[in-house]
């Protein structure tokens, strides 16, 4: 059985810098809510006309990693993109990216689990490269969240929260002690509602959306149960990093940096608590990028890498926990 290691990390986040001071010309909220309760600053979104979307800032990200990594597009075998916000209804937005950089005619898998979207990504890629049928794979997460918030004060619970972003890295056959050590993941769909995008969907489909369009209808928008939401975040974050921990006879001691998904700053500190982890060992950047579902584990682990956080032969856990529900955690040696 062959090992996989993480040769390369890159990001792309939109210029347009929205602030929660602005978010208060839209809807009834205010800086301080928003810091308090989710210790958000502020957030990238796209501007109409700006060239970015799902596939394109995945394709800004994928260069910046890939390049890092020592590789060219013709290297990589498989792309496994991440992304509950695809360019179109189908197809997905893997074969966009596909299309974008001078890649082979390679696979494309569209991952849809949302914010635990990285955490499934990178252990599917990981399967690939165990089983020894591809040396090199690009695993991206990339979400256009903000064309399709509900900016009325009926949204703000939810639309303050996300952000737009992109982050990409490459996982190659390790040559050393560098590896993935485990990966576990789990899903409970009788929550399926508590934070979802009903429609358009099969049972909605885009021609009756348009054919019925009624401006008071909300089910077009995201939803989101906050408060369930969070009580479900804050047991299933720990669990998973434990699980994962425990499957390698490791504790929360052991990590050097815990990239937990970046939902909300308050749940990240309560898992940083429950674990009883110190500041050194969490990395949040959630303050100026806010949840950029899949794209969050990317985006801070590159930043952490750049800023020299991540060193050779340290142990990363990545966690995740979102929409499905899903959840799970990646255990890495660097
Ligand atoms: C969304 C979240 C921040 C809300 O925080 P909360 O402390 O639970 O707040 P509540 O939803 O109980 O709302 C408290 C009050 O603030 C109000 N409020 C909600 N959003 C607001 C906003 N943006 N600005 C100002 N007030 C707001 C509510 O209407 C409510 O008012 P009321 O008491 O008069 O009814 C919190 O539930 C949360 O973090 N949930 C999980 C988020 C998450 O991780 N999502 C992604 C999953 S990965």
Known sequence: MYKSEITGLGMYVPERIVTNDELSQYMDTNDQWIRERTGIEQRRWVTPGDGNSTSTMAAKASKIALERAGLTPKDIDMIVFATLSPDYYFPGSGVLLQDLLDFDNIPALDVRNQC???????????????????????????????????????????????????????????KGDSEILSNHLHSQGKYAKELSNLHPGCNVPP????????????????????????????????????????????????????????????????????????????????????????????????????????????????????????????????
């Open 116 to 174: 635990s979207g990285f955490v499934y990504a990178l252990a599917t890629a990981d399967q690939f490269i165990k089983t020894g049928m591809y040396k090199n794979i690009l695993v991206v997460g990339s979400e256009v969240q903000s064309p399709g918030l509900d900016l009325s004060t009926r949204g703000r619970g939810i639309s303050v929260i996300f952000g737009d972003g992109a982050g990409a890295l490459v996982l190659s056959r390790s």
């Open 207 to 334: 021609k009756k959306l348009v054919e019925d369009w009624d401006p008071n209808d909300f089910s077009y928008y995201p939803y989101m149960n906050g408060n369930f939401v969070f009580k479900h975040a804050v047991t299933r974050f720990p669990e998973a990093i434990m699980e994962g921990l425990n499957a390698n006879n490791l504790t929360p001691a052991d990590i050097d940096l815990l990239i937990p998904h970046q939902a909300n700053l308050r749940i990240s500190q309560f898992v940083q608590k429950k674990l009883g982890m110190k500041d050194e060992q969490i990395m949040n950047n959630i303050q100026r990028y806010g949840n950029t579902t899949a794209a969050s584990i990317p985006i801070a682990m590159t930043e952490a890498w750049e800023q020299g956080r991540i060193k050779k032969g340290d142990l990363i856990v990545t966690s995740a926990f979102g929409s499905g529900f899903t959840w799970g955690s990646n255990i890495i040696r660097f």
